[in-house]
């Protein structure tokens, strides 16, 4: 029933199962692709770029990594920020260990080291769940940051404790360092992004991504159709540890350039992150992008609006525009437990229906 | 309607010719703390029967089910499948080794579409590693879509077409049962465990119901193991039944000898029982 509205027939399993059924749908999708690779890239300046567009693909990266994690698999993390930490430090030390090392494969390869950590600490998820395991998360999360800034040989014993990436660069365009064009660490985050968010797709959907969502909803039934626990359990945090680590060697290296641990990846990182999987939606890819798209935007937004044309002075603006997104996500969780992939879901039913809505 | 499986499919070849012994259960005894929920209680399985394991409540008959599955470890006693003798086993081990189950309080996946479920049923005939998946177009979606093939014979066999993309947790409850009989079969085991299938079911569902069991035993020739309630059921389904009562093996025999049994006639009646 749902596509015979659009007149669109499936005749086959295999375009029951793709990932846009809906041919306008599709449509829309490589539009707004073409339009981000081809377009965006000559109109980007460095506004845009570090403000809006960089922290969005970024966090996007970490919210798909942490929805693999809790909203397939159904075990709740609040690790994120100390796992970017992983992946910001890996990508520090493979950067400045070896300097011929393109920039794509230091953050695979940070990805890689953090998945290994994060195996190591989806450990006790065999024993414990939910409050538990959150607060066994959190202990990861506080261990981590505290390692990063014991150990000097992990910040190569600057004096200031901090990491700065030097340039490094993938087809002889450098996306690290201080001289990088806004073009190209747009391009760079975007490409890393659109092939592993497509991954993500691919896991979910199959034989993997139903052994997650098993164990999520119902962990005795799961073992008892022949899911192992332990292969489910610690492929999720392993998956997931490798996107959040990804998005933690780009923040590092293609958007701050230059960090500090305790400021950079503290545990309000593992929240912000968390409400943008629950805001946007929960077991959902494209939740993810919703979710990091609305709390990286709204604070843009609301502080244009307040600073710049109600002309409020900054401060004020901050506090007020901290309680706003508070306030907003509170609302929203109420409204729509389940987040704004569901909006999504429900307006294109209605869309389909219109204009009989019966 | 009748559903042919494509040959390679649903059939349990293990070796076994109907007749022969799938399942040996031998003097087991299993406690929790004091409650004594099975005491010393043996008896078989043979391949292609309806077994029927009738009792009163709390007789024991679940946790005897969650010894053969694995989900229970008994204190005492072996068993004996395929021809392996075993204590003690992972559950989702026994999976892959070919025994499903179905719940007597529903356990289904209530995030999951029926189709997903009933695909999830599938997971331990799935081959392709991470890396695949991962690239999906190619091996990994050729797999997916076989599956699905065989998925949507069952679908069709337990008549849930019209229900195919809908979320499990907004189904009706007779239909939340049979989508869970669909991702037991989907497994294509070679021993089916039903706990109460029919629990909680009006007429017509129960005679559904009665109707796809038959036609998995008759069709794919599945052992089954049935617990269930309904004296009238079990006596036209099933080729032998087992009789428990407070942990013990009181009867077992053809539904005749055990309906004549006169322990069996006391349990039911509720004479007491000297302990
Ligand atoms: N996990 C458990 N912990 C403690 N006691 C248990 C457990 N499982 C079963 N029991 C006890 O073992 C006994 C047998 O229970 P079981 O569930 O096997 O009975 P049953 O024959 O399936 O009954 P019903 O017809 O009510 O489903 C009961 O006394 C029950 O309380
Ligand atoms: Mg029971």
Redesign the pocket.
Known sequence: MLYREAGDFKTNYAADQQTFPIKSERWLFWAFMAFAFFVVPFFIDDYWNKAVLMPLLIYAMAALGLNILTGYCGQVSLGTGGFMAVGAYAAYKLMTSFPGMDMFSVVILSGAVTAGVGILFGLPSLRIKGFYLAVATLAAQFFLVWMFNKFAWFYNYSASGQITAPERSIFGIAVTGPSTAPWATYLFALSILFVFAWVARNLTRGRLGRSWMAIRDMDIAAEIIGVSPLKAKLSAFAISSFYVGMAGAMFFANYLGSIEVTEAFGIEKSFLVLFMVIIGGLGSILGSFLGAAFLVLLPVLLKNIMVGYLGWPTDLAAHFQIMMVGALIVIFLIAEPHGMAQLWRLAKEKLRLWPFPY | MNVQFSSSKISTDDGLSPGETILHVDNIS????G????QDVSFDIKKGEVRA?I????????????VINGF?HPQQGTITYRGEERRKMRTHIAAKQGIARTF?NIALFTGMSTLDNIMAGRITLQKRNLIWHALWHGPAQREELEHRAAVEQIIDFLELEHIRKTPVGRLPYGLKKRVELGRALAAEPALLLL??PMAGMNLEEKEDMSRFILDVNNQFGTTIAL?E?DMGVVMDLSDRVMV?DY?RKIGDGTPDEVRNNQNVIDAYLGVPHDE
């Not at chain 2, 409650?35 to 099975?38: E, H, L, M, S, T």
């Not at chain 2, 009792?55 to 969650?66: D, E, I, Q, R, Y």
């Open positions: 299993l406690s929790f703390g409650v004594k929920a099975i394991i009792g009163p409540n709390g007789a024991g008959k679940t946790s005897m089910l969650n229970y007597q706990d109460e617990i309630h428990l942990g």
